[in-house]
């Protein structure tokens, strides 16, 4: 399993799982995403985003649209992909990352803090309003100093040994003669005249 940047040709796949999750995708360039891959089937297991906002007193940075798989949920997916996300922050030289979420307790141990909506920048607390009217009731503003980040062990661990639940996937087995064909003569095994 590895984090990488999201490709153009995603977008079609990214758009439709924030779909999916009830993400936001206000403002949406593939190239602010990244998507965790398995190293072995090369599926795609969950994807966040990095979003800037440029002001006249310096940028902004959220991080928002983080959404893993179900069937790849529980295996680290999630926490490696926002390890990814505050590298890139700290990469264009961001101390403070934010979030705008109603996973509070899920971002708490990587370091994030509870702030109130009064301490965001004024950029995201529009967002913040705008986002509990139309995305999430409950989010809440989160703050994160880009060198207090850390990643449980834990994550790292399930990460390393993470697969998709096939159970999650397959749903019961079908043949051919479940739609009434034949699977020696290749003809319908019922009269339908």
Known sequence: ??????????????????????????????????????????????????????????????????????????????????????????????DVVYSLTNAADYLAQFGFESIEPEQLPEKLRDRLVTKQENIQPGAVPLRLQVERFRMPDRFRERFKAASADEMAESGPDESAEDFGIDPEEATYKYDTS
């Open 1 to 94: 399993m590895y984090v990488r940047d999201a490709k153009n040709r995603e977008e079609v796949w990214l758009l439709d799982h924030i779909e999916a999750m009830g993400l936001d995708e206000t403002a949406f360039r593939s190239r602010d995403y990244v998507v965790a891959i398995d190293e072995e089937s090369h599926e795609k297991a969950g994807f966040g985003r990095i979003r800037i906002h440029k002001t006249d007193d310096g940028d902004d940075c959220e991080l928002t649209s983080i959404g893993v798989l179900e069937e790849w949920r529980g295996q680290g997916v999630g926490a490696h992909v926002i390890e990814r996300l505050v590298e890139y922050a700290a990469d264009e030289e961001f």
